[in-house]
C-alpha cells in the first residue's frame, strides 16, 4: 500500500519559518516527481512546488525565493522548507508524487495533509 506521510506542519507567526517533510512508502519512487500542493479554507487546491526524480525544481510565483523543495532519493522523501511565511500561507498541504508538472491530475499519489497556520 503507497503511503506519503507528510509532517512538520503546525501554528507560527508572520515572518517565522517551517520545515514540512514527507516520507514515502509502499513502492519504489524512482523516476517520479515528488512536490507539494496547498488548501486554503474555500478555495480550490494550489500548486506550491515540485522537484523531478534528478533535481530539477519549479515553483509557483508567489513561493519563489521563500520556499525551497528538496529531496533524498536513497530514503523517499521530500521536504519543503518555508521563509517569511505570511497569513496567506494559511493552508493544508499536501506531498505527492507523480509526473513532473504544475498540474494536480499529473500526481497520482496523494498524502492526507498537514496543517499550517501563519498568524499575524
Known amino acids: 500500500q503507497v503511503q506519503l506521510v507528510e509532517s512538520g506542519g503546525g501554528l507560527v507567526q508572520a515572518g517565522d519559518s517551517l520545515r514540512l517533510s514527507c516520507a514515502a512508502s509502499?513502492?519504489?519512487?524512482?523516476?517520479?516527481?515528488m512536490g507539494w500542493f496547498r488548501q486554503a479554507p474555500g478555495k480550490e487546491r494550489e500548486f506550491v512546488a515540485t522537484?523531478?526524480?534528478?533535481?530539477?525544481?519549479d515553483y509557483a510565483d508567489s513561493m519563489k525565493g521563500r520556499f525551497t523543495i528538496s529531496r533524498d532519493n536513497a530514503k523517499n522523501t521530500v521536504s519543503l522548507q518555508m521563509n517569511s511565511l505570511k497569513p496567506e500561507d494559511t493552508a493544508v498541504y499536501y506531498c505527492?508524487?507523480?509526473?513532473?508538472?504544475?498540474?494536480?491530475?499529473?500526481?497520482?499519489?496523494w498524502g492526507q495533509g498537514t496543517q499550517v497556520t501563519v498568524s499575524s
Open positions: 522537484i523531478s526524480w534528478s533535481g530539477t525544481t
Open positions: 509502499g513502492r519504489t519512487f524512482s523516476g517520479y516527481a
Open positions: 505527492v508524487a507523480g509526473v513532473y508538472s504544475r498540474i494536480t491530475a499529473r500526481y497520482a499519489y
